[in-house]
C-alpha cells in the first residue's frame, strides 16, 4: 500500500524515480545544503517463525522523512512507528523507523517473489535508499538427506560419518553426539567436522566405541538423526617368545620347548585370533656322564628303581598265570569230552598154567601169570564223588 504523503511530495516522488536524489519542499537554493542522508542502522534479514510478525527498522541523519517501501510498493504511514531526535554533536536531525511484517504478507508475495523491504531516507540535498532485507518464512523439515551409519572398524583406522541435514530456512546447523554428550573438536582433536557436515575420527580409539548422532538445528526446531555405533575392535598380537627350557632328557635324546600367548593385544570385540602356533618344540641331545662313581650311582639307582617296580610285578603275574594253569588241569574233562588218561599197572598174583602150544612133546611149562589193572577214570555226571572203576584181564 502506498505511504499517504503530501501531494507535493508525492508529485516530486513521481517525476524523480526511485535512484534520483530529491529536493524537498521548502529547501531553496540560497539555503546552505544538508549532507544526503546516511544510514546509522540498516534493515537486516528477518525469519517468521509460525504466525509471529518480525520488526523491520533503519535509522538516518541527516533525515527530514524516513519511510519503508516493501517488493516495490510504499507502506502505508500509519503502519509505521518514526522516533526522532537531534544529534547534539552535529545539529542535525536522526530519525528511526520501525514496521511489522507478517506471514500473510510473505505468503502472498512468495509465491511469485522473495519478500523484500527497504528504507528510503531524505533531506534538503536528496534521498538515500538502504540495503534490501529479505524476509522469509522459517521451517526445517524432518527427513535427513543422509544420515550416519554404524560401523564396526579396527582400532587406530580413520571413521567417516556422514550426515547431511533436512532442507530448511534458514540453512539448519549441524552438531554431533558422543552418548548424548556435544562433541567439540576444539578440546579434542582427535575430531573433524567437515564444512558438509560430516565427522571425521582421524585416529580411532577403544574409548571411541560410543553412539553417534547428527543434530540439525535452525530457529525453528531441532532434528535428530538415527544413532550410529561405532564398535572399535582389536585384532590379537602374539607376546614375545619365552626362553627355551631346558632339555627334558636325562642321557641322549630329548627335547626343549617355549610358549607365547596371544595377548599382546588379546583380541577384543570380535578381533581376529592370532595365527599361527602358541608352542614351539625343539630336539635336544644329553651328554651321558663318564663312567665314574656319579655314572655307577646313577645305573646303580636306575637298576633298583627298574627291580622295585618289575619284580613285585613280576611275581604277581606269575602267581596269576599258576592259578589259571591248575585250574584248567583239574577241568580239562571238559576239552577231552570225559575222558581222562588210563594207567595200566602190572600186578602179579598167583600162578597159573596154561598151554604152550609152542611146547614139545607135551611137557607142562610152568610160568607165572601176570595180570593187568587198568584205572579208567570217567567224569563226574553227577554230584556224586567220583569212584575208580577196576577191570581185570
Same mark, same amino acid.
Given at each position: 500500500?502506498?505511504?499517504? @504523503? ?23 537554493? *540560497?539555503?546552505?545544503?544538508?549532507? @544526503?542522508?546516511?544510514?546509522?542502522? %540498516? ?7 509460525? !504466525?509471529? &510478525?518480525?520488526?523491520?527498522? +533503519? ?14 510498493? $510504499? ?20 530519525? %528511526? ?15 511469485? %517473489? ?37 560401523? /564396526?572398524?579396527?582400532?587406530?583406522? %580413520? ?17 554431533w553426539l558422543k552418548n548424548q554428550d556435544v562433541i567439540d573438536p576444539a578440546a579434542d ?9 560430516? @565427522? ?23 532434528? +535428530? ?9 582389536? /585384532?590379537?598380537?602374539? *607376546? ?16 626343549? #620347548? ?5 595377548? /599382546? ?9 592370532? /595365527? ?7 630336539? +635336544?641331545?644329553?651328554?651321558?656322564? &663318564?663312567?665314574g662313581l656319579d655314572g655307577v650311582l646313577v645305573c646303580v639307582g636306575v637298576l633298583l ?17 599258576? !592259578?589259571?594253569? *591248575?585250574?584248567?588241569?583239574? !577241568?580239562?574233562? *571238559? ?34 601169570? #601176570?595180570? $593187568? ?21
Amino acid at each position: 500500500m502506498l505511504l499517504s @504523503l503530501s501531494p507535493l511530495l508525492l508529485t516530486l516522488l513521481s517525476a524523480a524515480g526511485d535512484d534520483d536524489f530529491l529536493l524537498l519542499p521548502g529547501a531553496f537554493p *540560497s539555503d546552505p545544503l544538508e549532507p @544526503l542522508p546516511r544510514f546509522l542502522q %540498516e534493515p537486516e534479514d528477518a525469519y517468521i517463525i509460525k !504466525n509471529q &510478525a518480525v520488526s523491520l527498522s +533503519c535509522r538516518a541523519t541527516p533525515a527530514n522523512q524516513i519511510y519503508f517501501r516493501c517488493n516495490g510498493e $510504499w507502506v502505508h504511514q500509519r503502519e509505521h512507528s518514526t522516533q526522532a531526535r537531534v544529534e547534539h554533536s552535529s545539529g542535525l536531525m536522526v530519525k %528511526e523507523v520501525r514496521i511489522e511484517v507478517y506471514r500473510q504478507q510473505v505468503e502472498e508475495v512468495f509465491r511469485l %517473489e522473495e519478500f523484500w523491504c527497504q528504507c528510503v531516507a531524505w533531506s534538503s540535498s536528496g534521498t538515500t535508499k538502504s540495503r534490501k532485507a529479505h524476509v522469509h518464512i522459517a521451517y526445517l523439515k524432518k527427513v535427513f538427506k543422509v544420515e550416519p551409519l554404524g560401523q /564396526n572398524v579396527a582400532l587406530n583406522q %580413520e571413521v567417516l560419518l556422514q550426515c547431511r541435514p533436512p532442507e530448511g530456512i534458514p540453512p539448519a546447523q549441524v552438531e554431533w553426539l558422543k552418548n548424548q554428550d556435544v562433541i567439540d573438536p576444539a578440546a579434542d582433536r582427535n575430531f573433524y567436522i567437515t564444512t558438509d557436515h560430516n @565427522l571425521i575420527i582421524k585416529q580411532v580409539r577403544l574409548s571411541d566405541t560410543a553412539n553417534y548422532t547428527c543434530i540439525a538445528y535452525n530457529i525453528v526446531a531441532r532434528r +535428530c538423526s538415527a544413532m550410529a555405533t561405532i564398535t572399535v575392535y582389536v /585384532n590379537g598380537g602374539w *607376546s614375545r617368545w619365552t626362553e627355551w627350557s631346558v632339555c627334558s632328557g636325562v642321557c641322549g635324546w630329548g627335547f626343549q #620347548r617355549r610358549t607365547r600367548s596371544c595377548t /599382546n593385544p588379546a583380541p577384543l570385540n570380535n578381533g581376529s585370533l592370532c /595365527n599361527g602356533f602358541p608352542v614351539q618344540k625343539l630336539s +635336544c641331545t644329553i651328554h651321558c656322564p &663318564a663312567p665314574g662313581l656319579d655314572g655307577v650311582l646313577v645305573c646303580v639307582g636306575v637298576l633298583l628303581t627298574v627291580m622295585f617296580l618289575l619284580v613285585p610285578l613280576a611275581m604277581l603275574l606269575y602267581c596269576r598265570y599258576h !592259578n589259571l594253569f *591248575s585250574s584248567n588241569i583239574i !577241568n580239562s574233562s *571238559s576239552i577231552t569230552g570225559g575222558f581222562q588218561p588210563i594207567h595200566i599197572k602190572p600186578l602179579q598174583t598167583e600162578e597159573s598154567y596154561s598151554p604152550d602150544p609152542g611146547h614139545v612133546g607135551g611137557a607142562a611149562l610152568t610160568q607165572p601169570a #601176570r595180570h $593187568w589193572r587198568i584205572w579208567f577214570v570217567t567224569p563226574p555226571l553227577t554230584a556224586r564223588a567220583q569212584r575208580p572203576t577196576r577191570v581185570y584181564h
